[in-house]
């Protein structure tokens, strides 16, 4: 049951060790140019100004997103005048989730996201029925969102692909791939996230990715950069809205009711408390530093205490990435078949091994899904700032606006 969260959770870690690393060793100066008024460019790998005209970026992100929905739909329009006449062996995992079996990719994973929420266990407890669909749901799917395992089952029905689907725990496998959708609007689409999609993407597309790998590499980082840019920006224009009650509307007392209103909702759902938590810790900390700016007074000290909380965040995902490898290691060396009973056949060796290694792996799963949420973490305090200094340092509103933003950002 814990080898697809393995899985994920090593990718992400391989993906975020480096720059975990980078990120503690490179902590001191960060803090020297933050404080100057500068932020760092990926793409040129140099400090530039941190100032930003956040309205036209609004303007050019939803220019893209509405470019690539029309693209989207006319590929999906291609998709079904191609494969609308096929015939399936079985469609059981279609009825599950409600969807045609000529459904494109985009219309199944739409399809689960809200069938699964409405019998998500968070929302159902107690209620086994819920519970049961579910992980009804959340199997089907991971056929079907495999164009491999997908094209087996069309051809040969639920038999053919039975022993190849992981065994993930449902609630583990949601949460990983979609995030919590009542936090999305402030952290946007968890990078994690972001490298399945691709991946995915790219197997569909090009089927074996050793084929293309390091053409496929390169495209997956272009896209992954320009969709972590838009996920900020998104995701400034919209806590530019909710700030406006506040700022220009000035109306205090509804904006702080509204939010603890929120607040109160979201804390119910899975890890709402916890990232509530690093939401306002980045908040807090963002709209301190500009104030303290702005006064021109112990400006230093709020940005070493803001770094040397990166540096703990980054040091804490970076063990977890040791651990969960230290639980890998044992996990393989269990699968090893023990050569020192002759009674026991190879057959029946190797099935005990795989036996002992999945039961490693269940007993390691709390150490995976630790790894991941340290993991998340460091990525959604890293693009929050971003996204703070987006909405803090917006040279397309006056900076009486920008100042009234900050104080509203740093209400507790």
């Known amino acids: 049951g814990g080898l697809g969260a393995t899985v994920l959770a090593l990718g992400g870690g391989v993906a975020c060790a480096a720059q975990v690393v980078r990120g503690v060793y490179n902590t001191p100066e960060a803090i020297q140019q933050t404080y100057a008024g500068k932020r760092w460019d990926q793409d040129y790998g ?19 997103v509405g470019e690539r929905a029309d693209a989207d739909l006319a590929e999906d329009d291609a998709t079904r005048r191609m494969e609308g006449r096929r015939d399936v062996v079985d469609t059981t995992f279609y009825d599950v ?34 519970h049961q669909r579910f992980q009804e749901l959340a199997e089907a799917y991971q056929v079907l969102s495999d164009p491999k395992l997908r094209e087996r089952y069309d051809s040969m029905g639920q038999e053919a692909v039975g022993s190849e689907v992981p065994s993930i725990d449902p609630c583990l496998f949601f949460s990983m791939l979609f995030g919590s959708e009542q936090f999305e609007t402030y952290i946007g689409k968890l990078y994690l996230a972001m490298q399945t999609d ?22 997956r980082e272009w896209f992954l950069k320009r969709e972590q840019f838009e996920r900020e920006v998104q995701c400034a224009a919209h806590l530019c809205s909710r700030l406006d009650r506040c700022v220009t509307r000035r109306d205090e007392r509804g904006f702080v009711s509204a939010s603890c209103q929120e607040a109160t909702e979201l804390v119910r759902v899975s890890f709402g408390g916890r990232l509530l938590r690093v939401i306002g810790h980045v908040y807090e900390s963002s709209a301190e530093r500009w104030l303290t700016a ?27 990435i040791a651990r969960s490898a230290l639980a890998v290691k044992r996990a393989a060396s269990a699968a090893v078949p023990a050569g020192d009973d002759e009674e026991k056949t190879e057959e029946a060796a190797r099935e005990e091994a795989t036996r002992e290694a999945l039961q490693s792996l ?11 949420w340290d993991l998340s973490v460091v990525d959604i305090e890293s693009t929050l700032r971003r996204v703070c200094d ?23």
Do not use: M
């Open 294 to 320: 702005l006064r021109r007074n112990v400006g230093v000290l709020s940005s070493v205490r803001e770094g040397a909380h990166g540096v703990q965040v980054r040091a804490t995902a970076a063990s977890s």
């Open 46 to 64: 140099v400090w530039v100004d941190a100032a930003t005209n956040l309205r036209q970026e609004i303007l050019q992100v939803d220019h893209r």
């Open 362 to 372: 269940e007993e390691s799963l709390p150490v995976f899904l630790q790894t991941v």
């Open 97 to 130: 989730i409600g969807v045609s079996p000529c459904a494109t990719p985009v219309e199944v994973k739409q399809a689960y996201f809200k069938a699964a929420l409405r019998v998500h266990p968070d929302k159902n407890p107690g209620d086994r029925e819920a």
């Open 198 to 219: 691709h991946f995915a993407k790219d197997l569909q597309r090009h089927g074996d990715l050793r084929e293309r790998e390091g053409v496929d590499l390169v495209c």
């Open 390 to 412: 987006k909405v803090l340092l917006d040279i397309s509103v006056p900076w009486q606006l920008r100042q009234r933003r900050a104080f509203a950002v740093g209400k507790p």
